[in-house]
């Protein structure tokens, strides 16, 4: 997944195949011979993916080009933790990530241990790395590197909404992707993605799969089972958004201007707590005087950047509004932005840059980023409507300031979606569950209950009364995670959608 940094920072929130055994494109079902993967020779792990005690890791060979299977191939990496109680095991849980840009083989290594604990040695927990990421087959657009920043990769607008700086970049970096990207750019898809979990479900040998997918995974996870049905056995999706075929990642983005609006209020009562005056990170007295000091600070920023502790990157306005959306991902990362917040407010003061925003990312990660998003759908090549819908967004929502509505490098994606994106139905086994917080600045809950009409009765939604992205083993909810441990240990789900104060 290159740097966590990276794959976090393009959240842009949230995840084709056909019958098993053959891969899918445009071009039909692949010979069996070529399109059924061998087994995987499990051993130790590179110490540089920080293995759990027990982990073992792998290479999947899977075709660039499902069209040609027997054309060139890339390697996945894969990791699995094997289940501690052999007599108790009943299959394998697939950890699917988020992203797109996010490492499977890293999330095992931080939830594994936990997820273990919780499934009580039910299941093999196995992930890999997607195209692009971590130990896996990389593309590169040679980005230059004011553009794989990340208050530049967000297309954030100018201080007076302009998007004419948005628009130059965003071709450009369209343009390299065109110049330097190739097949393996264009092999960067959702629907990839989907044929590569289907072949390492047979190289692992398992009839069907379960799985626990956290935010962009859901949507590759919901892409399976629409196109896997029979393979599918235990389903969760964990902050899920719009799967609107016709919207895809862009419905994803602007969703991100309503989650802000949502979650905005707990962090804003956290920072009027008189708690937080021992900590010397109290904001304001009432909660409701934290929103226009925030809106405040960044308007002063825009017009009078203030030099941080990173030489080159000084604290702007934009880079002010960024921090809040990731610091809005956890309850944990408030102090650290109100902290950065009070370092601003003070005449003497020195920011310090969250690291993430204190220099560029690699550029694989930021071409994975980009590639998964324009590869997947159209997006809408208007300037002039980007720019009035940027308008009207700054108006609505002046937390994220246009930037979900904004243009990106899809605008200008050279060939445009690679094939016609999955619609999700109420078509297949009633075998999956939904976990959802109320107030996710990524995925917001109104998004997620998108997710949940185009299941229809093939699930059910655990809505949980928290703040932040990720809620299975990431928020604390006893009830949320009970619901889901039950789920995939006893295969009881609630008869009805619930929710979880």
């Not at 084709?16 to 445009?26: D, E, M, P, S």
């Not at 540089?48 to 499902?66: E, F, I, N, R, W």
């Not at 040609?68 to 501690?84: E, F």
């Not at 419905?251 to 009562?269: K, N, Q, S, V």
């Amino acid at each position: 997944m290159t740097t966590n940094r990276g794959r976090k920072a393009l959240m842009l929130a949230l995840s084709v195949a056909a019958v098993a055994g053959a891969a899918l494109t445009g071009g039909g079902a692949a010979p069996a011979s070529a399109a059924s993967p061998a087994g995987l020779d499990w051993g130790a792990c590179d110490p540089a993916v920080k293995p759990l005690p027990g982990q073992q890791c792998a290479t999947l060979s899977v075709p660039l080009d499902y069209a040609r299977p027997d054309g060139d191939r890339i390697r996945l990496a894969v990791a699995r933790l094997p289940s501690t109680r052999p007599g108790a095991r009943r299959g394998t849980l697939m950890v699917i990530p988020g992203g797109p840009g996010s490492s499977g083989v890293q999330r095992l290594g931080q939830k594994g241990a936990a997820l273990a604990k919780e499934t009580d040695g039910a299941y093999d927990l196995v992930a890999f790395d997607p195209r692009g990421v971590g130990g896996s087959t990389k593309a590169r657009c040679g980005f230059a590197e004011e553009d794989r920043r990340l208050v530049t990769l967000r297309s954030w607008p100018a201080a007076d909404g302009g998007i004419g700086e948005n628009a130059a970049r965003s071709r450009r970096m369209a343009e390299a992707c065109a110049r330097n990207g190739g097949a393996t750019l264009r092999g960067l898809t959702t629907a990839n993605q989907v044929r590569d979990l289907e072949q390492l479900r047979q190289a692992l040998g398992e009839r069907k799969l379960s799985a626990w997918s956290v935010s962009y995974g859901t949507y590759v996870a919901a892409v399976y089972a629409q196109k896997f049905p029979e393979r599918t056995d235990r389903w969760v999706l964990d902050s899920s958004s719009d799967p609107d075929p016709k919207r895809v990642a862009r419905g994803w983005l602007a969703g991100m201007a309503r989650g802000a609006e949502d979650r905005f209020p707990d962090f804003a009562a956290w920072a009027a707590d008189p708690d937080r005056a021992g900590e010397g990170l109290r904001l304001a007295e009432r909660p409701e005087d934290v929103r226009p000091l925030f809106l405040d600070l960044a308007a002063r920023l825009d017009r009078a950047p203030r030099a941080s502790t990173t030489p080159g990157a000084p604290l702007t306005g934009t880079v002010l509004r960024q921090a809040l959306q990731q610091a809005l991902y956890s309850d944990a990362s408030f102090p650290a932005f109100a902290r950065l917040v009070s370092q601003a407010l003070d005449p003497a003061g020195v920011p310090v840059l969250p690291p993430e925003l204190a220099g560029p990312m690699p550029d694989e990660a930021a071409t994975v980023s980009v590639g998964v998003i324009c590869n997947d759908v159209d997006w809408p090549a208007s300037a002039p409507a980007y720019e009035k819908a940027v308008a009207a967004d700054r108006e609505r929502y002046p937390l994220t300031a246009g930037m979900p509505a904004n243009i990106t490098p899809c605008a200008f994606w050279k060939g445009g979606a690679v094939e016609k994106p999955t619609r999700i139905t109420d078509r297949g086994p009633s075998n999956v569950l939904m976990i959802q917080n109320l107030r996710d600045p990524s995925t917001p809950h109104s998004m997620g209950l998108r997710m949940r009409a185009a299941f229809g009765d093939r699930a059910r939604l655990v809505s949980v009364d928290k703040g932040g992205h990720g809620v299975y083993l990431g928020n604390g909810n006893a009830c949320g995670d009970r619901a889901v441990t039950r789920f995939l240990t006893e295969g009881v789900r609630p008869a009805e959608d619930v929710l979880c104060r």
